[in-house]
Each structure stands twice: as C-alpha cells, then as structure tokens.
C-alpha cells in the first residue's frame, strides 16, 4: 500500500492498532507500511480468527489479544494510529466503534478506515459483491451482524458524520488483476452453492437459488475479482 507508506513516511508513530484484524490480511500490509520497531497489536473477538492471525508473516512486532471494538480495554490516547479494514460494514453500532477508535488514538494521531465498496466496479469485482452480498444475506438470517457494502460517497459521510475528518483519501485493490483460472473460479462457485444451501427450508431460497446460475455464467466470463476498497486516513477533531 504505497499511498499509505508514503503518507506516514517520518511521521512519529510508535504503536499501532488494528481493530477487527480477522485472519490478519491488513495488519500484514501495516507491518510492511511501519518501520520493524513500532509496536503493532490486532483485536478481534473472534479466537478462531486470532489463531489464524497468529500463523502469519510479519515484519516487525505484532500482538494480538481477543477483543470487540466497541468496548476497547485500552487508555484513552494510547495509539498514535487507529486502524479498521472491511469491518464496518459487519458493525452492529459502527458508531460506538468509532467513538472507541477516536477515544484510544492520540489528540494528533491517525485513524485509519479501509472498506469495501459496492460502486465503480469492474464486472470480475462485480462477481465478489454477488458473492458477498448472498454471504451477508445469509448471516442476518442467521442472526449475524452483516450489511451489503455501502458505495463509497456513503462510507465517507459515515465517518465524516462521526466527526472523523479526512486527511487522505484513495481506492485500494487487494487483487490487482481478475482471476479466470478455472481451477480457482470453482473454489468461488462452491462458496456461493455452500450459502444457498444455508437457505434450504427457507422462504427466500427459491428466489436466491435462481442466482446460481447466473453467478456460474459471470464467473466463466469475466472472472473474479475482490472488490476495490476506498482508504481513509483521518484525524479526530
């Protein structure tokens, strides 16, 4: 991420805080962004997904403890940057996260948001929000907190309402180029089958079943691609 790299590029930051860090995938690119000696340190409920994080390569000093971003067990102003990457959109209070994040980071530190975006996408990135979409679907049935992804000019007012002021601002691809191969586009189709049948017995699975075809014939044509991500780098007021 070398916007970001060059953004904090002499910039006095010691500790960072990833915030709903999952298997780990942004704070790798944090660790590769900061220099070897600032200190960062991944939260997750998830123990499951903390297990996963801790198998991970990373340069420099990483830790991670079990915790949820709405009640973060830390100081006021101990960060001197805040991160959050494709979490907000599975916040059931993104607001009260966000008042932990602005509450944990320095008066002069950063808060950065990276998420998922529902607009400007190519057809392949198109075939992940499907993907996603019918995944987030089936875990409200569940009773999981899950939203379809916002559009970008709406993840902005959500942090511009939250008093969060941007500083920096651009859009991120996690996978630069479509994947056509046929071996891969598979593992994806399997993924969108697992999900329907979640639905089985359920009123809404008829509806959603007709999808699978129609994923099937998008995935052969244009490929997959995960969806861009637009970044954030703010500061509190």
Request: glycine share 4%; proline share 5%.
């Given at each position: 991420?070398?916007?970001?790299?060059?953004?904090?590029?002499?910039?006095?930051?010691?500790?960072v805080l990833d915030i709903g860090t999952g298997s780990g995938d942004f704070i790798r690119l944090l660790s590769q962004v900061f220099l070897p000696e600032v200190q960062l340190i991944g939260v997750d409920p998830s123990n499951e997904a903390l297990?996963?994080?801790?198998k991970g390569d990373y340069s420099g000093k990483v830790s991670f403890l079990q915790m949820e971003g709405e009640n973060l067990h830390f100081e006021d102003e101990t960060f001197d940057v805040v991160c959050m990457s494709n979490a907000m959109h599975h916040l059931a209070n993104p607001e009260k996260t966000l008042s932990e994040m602005k509450r944990v980071v320095?008066?002069?530190?950063?808060?950065?948001?990276?998420?998922?975006?529902?607009?400007g996408l190519n057809e392949a990135q198109e075939n992940q929000k499907m993907l996603h979409h019918l995944k987030s679907f089936t875990d409200r049935k569940s009773g999981i907190s899950h939203r379809e992804t916002w559009t970008e000019a709406e993840v902005l007012e959500i942090i511009r309402s939250?008093?969060?002021?941007?500083?920096?601002?651009?859009s991120y691809?996690?996978?630069?180029?479509?994947v056509t191969d046929s071996a891969k586009l598979k593992g994806w189709e399997q993924q969108f089958a697992s999900h329907l049948r979640s639905l089985q017995g359920q009123p809404e699975y008829?509806?959603?079943?007709?999808?699978?075809?129609?994923?099937?014939?998008?995935?052969?044509?244009?490929?997959?691609?995960?969806?861009?991500?637009?970044?954030?780098?703010?500061?509190?007021?």
């Open positions: 991420m070398e916007k970001l790299a060059s953004y904090f590029e002499g910039k006095p930051v010691h500790r297990s996963e994080a801790e320095k008066h002069d530190g950063w808060l950065v948001i990276a998420e998922i975006v529902s607009d939250n008093q969060i002021y941007p500083q920096l601002t651009f691809n996690r996978m630069p180029d479509p008829e509806e959603k079943s007709k999808l699978m075809e129609i994923f099937q014939e998008r995935l052969l044509r244009y490929g997959f691609q995960q969806a861009r991500q637009v970044v954030v780098v703010g500061m509190k007021q």
